[in-house]
T-cell receptor, first 113, second 113 residues
């Protein structure tokens, strides 16, 4: 069974139209991460939650926001997507007896028209 | 600051041949080291990790990696490559204080029949 579930797998939005990406987990892990990965590049951390504590990377644009209403779910909101925000968005989690290892979801591919 | 270098952007090997992917890291303390594999359009799958102990670690899919502190390296190896191993491979170092990962730039593996 999948540990990290990302919906949708593909998302098409229009320039400037808000979009929300979803991540859920079945493991009750306390740490959740959002990464942005552009073509042929390594994943870039946007922010992470340690339980409900939100940690934003210094260079994450204000256009990107996140919510974690409970342990199982985490959302990435892009308030006004630009063409440069087209990318794969990866959710990852860590916790249980192994806080140091991150397990990734399948990703959501975002296309901005 | 920690950093990871994967010197080879692309590698092509013949099916059945052996494989070694290079990874060099920079980190002040004993690092947590990881190898992930990413197939096109997919998330990252953990192949193996090193935290401490035996410097030769075994992973999934027949992969192994060796930690060499003197060379600051954590190279990934497989004795016989299969066509299904064609993918992008990422080496990462984690800081053991806050489970943040720093990724290398990735190595794209192509497998010739």
């Amino acid at each position: 069974d999948a540990m990290v579930i990302q919906n949708p797998r593909y998302q098409v939005t229009q320039f400037g139209k808000p979009v929300t990406l979803s991540c859920s987990q079945t493991l009750n892990h306390n740490v959740m991460y959002w990464y942005q990965q552009k073509s042929s590049q390594a994943p870039k951390l946007l922010f992470h939650y340690y339980d409900k504590d939100f940690n934003n990377e210094a260079d994450t644009p204000d256009n990107f926001q996140s919510r974690r209403p409970n342990t199982s779910f985490c959302f990435l909101d892009i308030r006004s997507p630009g063409l440069g925000d087209a990318a794969m968005y990866l959710c990852a989690l860590a916790g249980g007896g192994d806080q140091e290892t991150q397990y990734f979801g399948p990703g959501t591919r975002l296309l901005v028209l | 600051a920690q950093s990871v270098t994967q010197p080879d952007i692309h590698i092509t090997v013949s099916e059945g041949a052996s494989l070694e992917l290079r990874c060099n890291y920079s980190y002040g303390a004993t690092p947590y080291l990881f190898w992930y594999v990413q197939s096109p359009g997919q998330g990252l799958q953990l192949l193996l990790k090193y935290f401490s102990g035996d410097t030769l670690v075994q992973g999934i899919k027949g992969f192994e990696a060796e930690f060499k502190r003197s060379q600051s390296s954590f190279n990934l190896r497989k004795p016989s490559v299969h066509w299904s191993d064609a993918a992008e491979y990422f080496c990462a170092v984690g800081n053991n204080a806050g489970n943040m990962l720093t990724f290398g730039g990735g190595t794209r593996l192509m497998v010739k029949p």
